[in-house]
Each structure stands twice: as structure tokens, then as C-alpha cells.
């Protein structure tokens, strides 16, 4: 009981927040920013909307939270076998739902799911796609109310998920050479892919021109400053890699490079303006990007109601 109340007591390393939760929130500013820290190791599941959703590595507890409003909650975690592949707002009835895959399901009930938050009631189905099994390692972006995701296997086709009609159909894409792994983000609303060539040494960025036409472009060949930064960071021998992140913002886009445990900022020109040092080589840097909000979501509160009263699913 002592512990206990010496824990209550504890001051917590921000006002409103759980002790349970971690985040980095990168900005073009010259520091990185603890929001909030974990008990266990955990990994991200989706952002939307200023919310974050994060699921410890054991999958037994997920949680929602809004670093700009301070307010987060449990989830209760969906039952075994479903992978969570997106979150986004379904604006006829204003909720924020999320999409959930299940290949573990009886095969008439393999496929897609919804789930709202702070809903009560299990998963629906909505159905079966083919090739839907490729988002369970894809990170989707969110514009014109449709989830995208660019499919690795195809390396032909976007993957598009109307979040209104809760239906998917197919995009064009553009022809993204192999040796890498592209990447699919929001930039300036609308659609970006970015990958390297097989030297890592040149990133190449693909914009979505036309959505309507399909229609993409071009517009950036970003040679990277290797020679600097291994002169800077160390050069032990080791073969060049790093990992790679794309920040779009005003027009233009920023690089953040993972290399061996430094983050490293690189402009549209190919200029390296900034690096920090994170101390060790586990950084990670996640497809997912933060917007601030302010919005108060209502759904918080009937979370927090559902988690003191039911215990989760798995």
C-alpha cells in the first residue's frame, strides 16, 4: 500500500500524460522532445488527426493519446489475429475508426475490418481483398478522406481505401525502380514515394501531380552527402546505410537519415543542416507523422469509460 501511494504521488514527467506512453516529436528546430515515457517497449500504429495510437511489443495494451491537448486513454485490444493497418475520421458519423486485418478468422470472415474508437461492440466485417495481406507492413497516408498505401509486391499499383464508402479500389504508380523499399507520404496534400538507389547514395522523390489523372512526377534527385557525413560521424569500416525519413512542409522536403546513431538532417539540395546525437544505434525513425491539434476529441472520455470496466479482448 506504501508503494502504491508513493507511485500516486509520483510527479508525472508532464502534467496529464501517463508515465506509460513515449514519444518523439521531430521538428526542423534543433532538439528532439520526450512527450512521454513507456514502461515497456513499444512500437506505433498509427497517427491521424494530432492522435497518436501505440501498442507495447507483448500487443496486450494499446493507447491513443494527443500530445498537443495532453488527453489519452486506453484500448481495448482487438482479438487475436488482427493486425491494425490504419486509423482515420469517417465523417458521416464523426468517429475515428480503425482498420484492422484478420487472416486468422474462419475463411469466410478473412479479410477487413472496422472498429471505432471507444466502441463496445466487436469488429465488422466490410470484406475481402486480394492483396490486402501486404498492409500489415505497409504505413498508409491520409488525403482526399482516402487511406493509401504504395504495394511493394505489385510495385505497380496504390492501394486506395475510401474512408466514407469504407471501399477500396487501385491507383496508378509511378515506375519506381527495384533494390529499394519506397516509401508513401503526405506532402502538401497530396501523395509523395520516396526511394534510393542500390548505392544509397541518390534519394528520389515522386510526386502525385494529377490525382484525378493519376499523374505523377519527378520532383526531387536528392544526392546525398556521404563523403561529409562519414568523414563527420565515423567511418569504421562499415558499408554505407542508413535509414530514412521524408518531413514536406511549404513546397519543399527534408531528409532525416539514421546513421549510426546520429539523426541527421539533409535538405532538398542535398546540404547536410543538422544532426543530433542520440547516444546509440536503436533510433528509429517512424513513417508516421505528428500534426498538432487541439481539437478535444470526445472519444477520450468514453475510453476511459469503457477501460474501467472491461478488460481487454486477447
Not at 475463411?107 to 471507444?118: A, D, H, I, N, R
Not at 549510426?260 to 547516444?279: A, N, P, T, Y
Request: glycine letters at 8%; hydrophobic letters at 40%; one cysteine or more.
Amino acid at each position: 500500500m506504501a508503494e502504491e501511494a508513493a507511485a500516486e504521488g509520483a510527479t508525472p514527467l508532464l502534467p496529464g500524460l501517463p508515465d506509460e506512453v513515449v514519444i518523439w516529436e521531430i521538428l526542423r528546430a534543433a532538439q528532439l522532445h520526450t512527450v512521454a515515457r513507456h514502461e515497456e517497449p513499444f512500437f506505433l500504429e498509427a497517427s491521424c488527426d494530432g492522435i497518436l495510437l501505440s501498442r507495447s511489443y507483448s500487443g496486450r495494451r494499446l493507447a491513443v493519446y494527443n500530445p498537443a491537448t495532453r488527453l489519452h486513454a486506453s484500448i481495448r485490444c482487438p482479438p487475436w489475429g488482427f493486425n491494425i493497418v490504419g486509423m482515420y475520421p469517417h465523417r458521416p458519423t464523426g468517429e475515428y475508426r480503425l482498420l484492422l486485418t484478420n487472416f486468422m478468422a474462419p475463411q469466410s470472415q478473412t479479410g477487413c475490418y472496422v472498429l471505432p474508437l471507444g466502441s463496445d461492440q466487436p469488429p465488422r466485417y466490410i470484406g475481402w481483398l486480394e492483396m490486402v495481406k501486404v498492409l500489415c507492413v505497409e504505413v498508409s497516408a491520409l488525403i482526399r478522406d482516402s487511406l493509401h498505401w504504395f504495394l511493394l509486391e505489385d510495385r505497380k499499383h496504390v492501394l486506395v481505401f475510401d474512408t466514407t464508402t469504407e471501399s477500396f479500389r487501385h491507383m496508378r504508380a509511378p515506375v519506381v525502380p527495384g533494390g529499394s523499399d519506397p516509401g508513401l507520404f503526405e506532402m502538401d496534400s497530396t501523395l509523395g514515394i520516396d526511394c534510393h538507389n542500390d548505392a544509397m547514395e541518390i534519394v528520389t522523390i515522386w510526386v502525385l501531380q494529377d490525382y484525378e489523372s493519376e499523374v505523377w512526377d519527378i520532383k526531387y534527385r536528392i544526392k546525398l552527402p556521404v563523403g561529409e557525413i562519414r568523414d563527420k560521424f565515423g567511418d569504421d569500416g562499415e558499408s554505407w546505410g542508413f535509414g530514412v525519413g521524408v518531413v514536406s512542409g511549404g513546397g519543399d522536403v527534408l531528409l532525416l537519415l539514421n546513421f549510426r546513431g546520429w539523426l541527421l538532417q539533409v535538405d532538398s539540395d542535398g546540404k547536410l543542416i543538422e544532426s543530433f546525437d542520440c547516444g546509440h544505434r536503436d533510433l528509429r525513425i517512424y513513417e508516421y507523422r505528428l500534426k498538432q491539434s487541439l481539437v478535444q476529441h470526445t472519444f477520450f472520455s468514453a475510453l476511459k469509460s469503457y477501460a474501467g470496466s472491461a478488460s481487454p479482448l486477447i
